[in-house]
């Protein structure tokens, strides 16, 4: 009912950047929320950002002032900047959207794909 769509992964040396994307699509009445998950090998899955409708942000103590995450309503996309990476942000992301559909009573937690981020020399 909800698809996301990410983009925007791919290999990095450290200290570089990239920014991811996600786009929301289907019988969308409302988001309340978006974010970024991310997965290493071996490792528990951990939140890195999320971004409220009203603008309001959360991130990880690992990714702060490092990362900025940031939405456009309009286009039900979520971004995901990340700067000054290291090789420990190397990790399979994830976009995690909340939201509610046409008609339901409830919102939902939605996941995209994942999209490969590698930092390397």
């Known amino acids: 009912q909800v698809h996301l769509v990410e983009s925007g992964g791919g290999l990095v040396q450290p200290g570089g950047s990239l920014r991811l994307s996600c786009a929301a699509s289907g019988s969308i009445f409302s988001i309340n929320a978006m974010g970024w998950y991310r997965q290493a090998p071996g490792k528990q899955r951990e939140l890195v950002a999320t971004?409220?409708?009203?603008?309001?942000?959360n991130y990880a103590d690992s990714v702060k002032g490092r990362f900025t995450v940031s939405r456009d309503n309009a286009k039900n996309t979520v971004y995901l900047q990340m700067n000054s990476l290291k090789a420990e942000d190397t990790a399979v992301y994830y976009c995690?959207?909340?939201?509610?559909?046409?008609?339901?009573?409830?919102?939902?937690?939605?996941w995209g794909q994942g999209t490969q981020v590698t930092v390397s020399s």
């Open positions: 995690n959207v909340f939201a509610q559909t046409m008609g339901a009573q409830y919102g939902h937690n939605y």
């Open positions: 971004i409220t409708s009203g603008g309001w942000t």
